[in-house]
T-cell receptor, first 114, second 111 residues
Framework: DTGVSQDPRHKITKRGQNVTFRCDPI?????LYWYRQTLGQGPEFLTY????????KSRLLSDRFSAERPKGSFSTLEIQRTEQGDSAMYLC????????????FGPGTRLTVL | RKEVEQDPGPFNVPEGATVAFNCTYS??????FFWYRQDCRKEPKLLMS???SGNEDGRFTAQLNRASQYISLLIRDSKLSDSATYLC????????????FGKGTKLSVIP
């Protein structure tokens, strides 16, 4: 499968715990995006990388959230001290420059904070 | 005003019907426009890009009116497999790769 992959697909954690999600973009896609989607809403932009550089961050990305893409390939999104309001689907997307901004999404990681 | 507003739905239509979705956006700097489709508990997938000249892909036609900041999607001869949530998407503007999604409009095509 050459699409965007995410791991894990589901995560259940207790409030206050830290969680980390991984995204592997489509090979050679140098742009990678993280979004969050809650029930009944469209995806909301969190952050964007071009290669290893984090170029844009949403105000939604509080200081408990950190994203990295150390080698310009896969990315991780960490949430520290999780809160119940963090429960959502976390989606990763990737694309190439000059691709009319079309983004290809992974299957998402569904986070449930108890 | 929300950045991207869509018909609240849901739309329940019989097979073979024609259905139209409307969307307005508030950021006049937006340069790229899309319709994405999202099946229940799945990731969004690009349905089509939207251009000022309008574009058609089989049974699907998208229109963009920049002056009115309005986007539409028309589905003709609806199929059961068209049942999904349709997301109107715009970018933040020149130099930004952020996409802003509407809440989506749910379509159910009924036999």
């Amino acid at each position: 499968d050459t699409g965007v992959s995410q791991d894990p697909r589901h995560k259940i954690t207790k409030r206050g715990q830290n969680v980390t999600f991984r995204c592997d973009p489509i090979s050679e896609h140098n742009r990678l995006y993280w979004y969050r989607q809650t029930l009944g809403q469209g995806p909301e932009f969190l952050t964007y990388f071009q290669n290893e550089a984090q170029l844009e961050k949403s105000r939604l990305l509080s200081d408990r959230f950190s994203a990295e893409r150390p080698k310009g390939s896969f990315s991780t999104l960490e949430i520290q001290r999780t809160e119940q309001g963090d429960s959502a689907m976390y989606l990763c997307a990737s694309n190439l420059p000059g691709n009319t901004d079309t983004q290809y999404f992974g299957p998402g990681t569904r986070l449930t904070v108890l | 005003r929300k950045e991207v507003e869509q018909d609240p739905g849901p739309f329940n239509v019989p097979e073979g019907a024609t259905v139209a979705f409307n969307c307005t956006y508030s950021n006049s700097a937006s340069q790229s426009f899309f319709w994405y489709r999202q099946d229940c508990r799945k990731e969004p997938k690009l349905l089509m890009s939207v251009y000022s000249s309008g574009n058609e892909d089989g049974r699907f036609t998208a229109q963009l009116n920049r002056a009115s900041q309005y986007i539409s999607l028309l589905i003709r001869d609806s199929k059961l497999s068209d049942s999904a949530t349709y997301l109107c998407v715009v970018n933040k503007g020149a130099g930004s790769y952020q996409l802003t999604f509407g809440k989506g409009t749910k379509l159910s095509v009924i036999p």
